[in-house]
């Protein structure tokens, strides 16, 4: 791991006067702290397969020492859910391929009424409001469950973001 704090990196870099083996060790250190930052930064990709987020989660177990740390990767799914349901409850395949070592980290949504000519609105799933105006959502080991208190179909885009952890 890179030695700044958060793996943020310098924005300047200073070298040796003289190109020699101190100029090429800095330049080394400085490559390796670039890349080892940018491969633990999360990425932006949302696709509808799983794709790996470049976060890690906590350690596995307790090692004994620091150097045998076994951290964790997460995964991301994107499932596009379009409309939610008519005071029901709709479900729609993940496409994940669970297994009891599995764990979900985050589930989270965005419903969005697109409206005639502009955006009219867009609540998170799940919504909390006053019954029936909730909005909730599960998940089981196939599919992605929302069920309205209330006629939602208006909401015709819905996305749902699924990110998880595989125990090694």
Excluded: C
């Amino acid at each position: 791991m890179s030695s700044t704090p958060f793996n943020f990196q310098p924005e300047v870099y200073l070298f040796p006067e003289q190109y020699n083996d101190d100029f090429r060790l800095q330049l080394r250190k400085y490559l390796n702290d670039i890349a080892t930052a940018l491969n633990v930064k999360e990425n932006g990709f949302y696709f509808e397969e799983e794709t790996p987020t470049a976060g890690i989660f906590i350690p596995i177990a307790t090692p004994t020492s620091s150097a045998n740390v076994q951290y964790r990767p997460m995964f991301r799914v994107v499932v596009d859910f379009g409309a939610l349901p008519n005071n029901a409850t709709k479900s729609v395949p993940h496409g994940i391929t669970t297994t009891q070592k599995y764990s979900i980290i985050r589930l989270s949504g965005v419903a969005t009424d697109p409206g005639a000519t502009t955006l009219d609105s867009a609540i998170p799933i799940p919504f909390v409001g006053n019954n029936p105006l909730e909005v909730e959502m599960e998940m089981d080991a196939t599919d992605i469950l929302i069920t309205t208190g209330m006629n939602r179909t208006n909401y015709t885009r819905t996305f749902i973001v699924i990110e998880y952890i595989k125990e090694i």
